[in-house]
């Protein structure tokens, strides 16, 4: 893994792992038809993340590229979690915020 971008990889890679927690959380929660915009946040969010950090870790092209829509999925995902009162929703934002921030530096 190329050195450089290691703590983009850590924030995608904890992002990812906050998201489908939180995607799982909300199935659970009495009102899931009001969760469903977290929902499928979640999911988008983890999945992105999740390509990121192959990418960074291939050393690939693209990385920067995958990294800037990463960003733009984790705002939307932050956005979404932070309206929600739930413990889940709120590390989850926490989460996306740092790894938005985290791949916009890498893609710099």
Do not use: P, W, Y
């Not at 927690?21 to 009001?34: G, I, N, P, S, Y």
């Amino acid at each position: 893994m190329h050195q450089t971008h290691e703590s983009c990889v850590k924030a995608c890679n904890e992002c990812a792992d906050a998201c489908d927690h939180c995607a799982t959380a909300c199935l659970q929660e009495q009102d899931v038809k009001m969760m469903a915009r977290c929902i499928a946040l979640d999911m988008d969010c983890a999945a992105i993340c999740r390509l990121a950090a192959g990418f960074m870790a291939r050393g690939s092209q693209f990385a920067k590229g995958v990294c800037q829509l990463c960003a733009q999925v984790c705002d939307a995902c932050a956005e979404e979690c932070a309206k929600h009162e739930h413990s889940h929703c709120q590390a989850c934002a926490e989460a996306c915020r740092r790894c938005a921030s985290e791949c916009r530096q890498m893609a710099a």
